[in-house]
């Protein structure tokens, strides 16, 4: 019979996450964006393999997204906001974490709370590129294109930068005060069907 649980992360516990995505940061040092990006798209495919617990694949899963945002040239994410990203995919390019994930199915459950903070980290980012891979996929439909066969359409370029632009104003609004609640992301994820991503990673 399935159950719910639920815990919490206080101060101390979310420092001790903190200081563990630095030093992967650290040791990720010389690494190019290249090889974090395919570190991280490593641990989904060993995760799958390794037979992880649905509660933390559904969580892994959301690495896809942003993933898929840095080598998205649709998105076109600048250099400033790209490293952004990776500098946060490069706790996943660690393979000695918190929890190594050789340790077996259960050495992935570090990764999946840090996806959980690295999508509380980047919600303006995930925001914004979700509602640009909507919109390219019903331009793409209304059109008569294969959403797939697109890269930077001209089409696409002013709805980009509207949303890129909204993204960097919420972005510095929210410094000094913190994210607080992610507004309501992550509870809207849960039933969101998503758009198209190039290069997205699929488990079967």
């Known amino acids: 019979m399935p159950i719910t649980l639920t815990f919490e992360l206080n101060d101390k516990d979310l420092e001790h996450f903190n200081a563990a995505a630095e030093r992967s940061r650290k040791a990720a040092e010389g690494k190019s964006g290249e090889d974090i990006i395919a570190a991280a798209t490593s641990v989904l495919e060993n995760a799958q393999k390794a037979g992880v617990p ?14 898929a945002m840095v080598r998205d040239q649709g998105w076109s994410l600048p250099d400033a906001d790209r ?11 660690d393979p000695n974490d918190i929890i190594p994930d050789a340790t077996g199915p259960l050495g992935f459950f570090d990764d999946a709370v ?3 903070l690295a999508v ?15 919109y390219r996929e019903r331009e793409a439909k209304r059109r008569g294109v294969d959403p797939s066969t697109l890269g930077r359409a001209e089409w696409m370029d002013g709805r980009r930068q509207e949303l890129q632009e909204r993204m960097h104003e919420r972005r510095e609004r929210d410094v000094g005060t913190g994210y ?24 079967g």
């Open 54 to 67: 649905e509660f933390i694949l559904h969580r892994l899963l959301r690495l896809d997204d942003m993933i």
């Open 83 to 93: 490293q952004r990203v990776i500098d946060t995919l490069s706790y996943f390019a």
């Open 114 to 116: 840090m996806v959980e």
């Open 120 to 134: 509380h980290q980047l919600t303006h980012e995930i925001d914004a590129y979700d509602e640009f891979c909507e």
């Open 180 to 203: 607080g609640r992610s507004s309501g992301y992550a509870d809207r994820r849960q039933s969101y069907v998503r758009a198209w991503r190039p290069g997205s990673f699929r488990v």
